[in-house]
T-cell receptor, first 112, second 115 residues
């Protein structure tokens, strides 16, 4: 059974700092991995999707990497802003069409 | 990106009544839709998966007679909480995937409070 772990559970940083969120999964046989953002009381917003054949994806200040063999992914946020404060969730999919398995999330607070 | 809407965004109802939540994919055809439940400060818990035109597949421990799911078209799925009780109060989120089965898009969620 696939298990997804996110470390740290919570993170508080000053504005402008670069930061890394970690995601690990126990079964390296994944189809893709997706990073989401969730604001309080809201749904999930997809940030980046990495296919199993890819090493990284970038969108603006966000960069997600994937090391499938070691079962790890990182989400790098450059020059953090207070608006980045949210819970970040990673999720993996075992095969095309299968369900997402979510981590517990990292609650990020960026202080002005 | 693709948009998934939910209606209503929040609902308060009396114990014993039924509540229907709609989930729509606005700009793509969703062959698969998912319903999740989320408790405060916890991650999403998958309740059921529905494919257009077929019966939903429920996760273990989820009562299919209590949480009725209908996926009648490629753009609409509904979740009906029947005979709601206070313990059904939660945040319900739907999600949809397109035909290519790549990115999964999530709705804004529906907060249900049963009094």
């Amino acid at each position: 059974k696939q298990e997804v772990t996110q470390i740290p559970a919570a993170l508080s940083v000053p504005e402008g700092e670069n930061l890394v969120l970690n995601c690990s999964f126990t079964d390296s046989a994944i189809y893709n991995l997706q990073w989401f953002r969730q604001d309080p009381g809201k749904g999930l917003t997809s940030l980046l999707l990495i296919q199993s054949s890819q090493r990284e994806q970038t969108s603006g200040r966000l960069n997600a990497s994937l090391d499938k063999s070691s079962g790890r992914s990182t989400l790098y946020i450059a020059a953090s802003q207070p608006g980045d404060s949210a819970t970040y969730l990673c999720a993996v999919r075992r095969a095309s069409g299968s369900r997402l398995t979510f981590g517990e999330g990292t609650q990020l607070t960026v202080n002005p | 990106g693709a948009v998934v809407s939910q209606h209503p965004s929040w609902v308060i109802c009396k114990s014993g009544t039924s509540v229907k939540i709609e989930c729509r994919s606005l700009d793509f055809q969703a062959t698969t839709m998912f319903w999740y439940r989320q408790f405060p400060k916890q991650s999403l818990m998958l309740m059921a998966t529905s494919n257009e035109g077929s019966k939903a597949t429920y996760e273990q421990g989820v009562e299919k007679d209590k949480f009725l799911i209908n996926h009648a078209s490629l753009t609409l799925s509904t979740l009906t909480v029947t005979s709601a009780h206070p313990e059904d109060s939660s945040f319900y989120i739907c999600s949809a995937r397109d035909r290519r089965q790549e990115t999964q898009y999530f709705g804004p969620g529906t907060r249900l409070l049963v009094l």
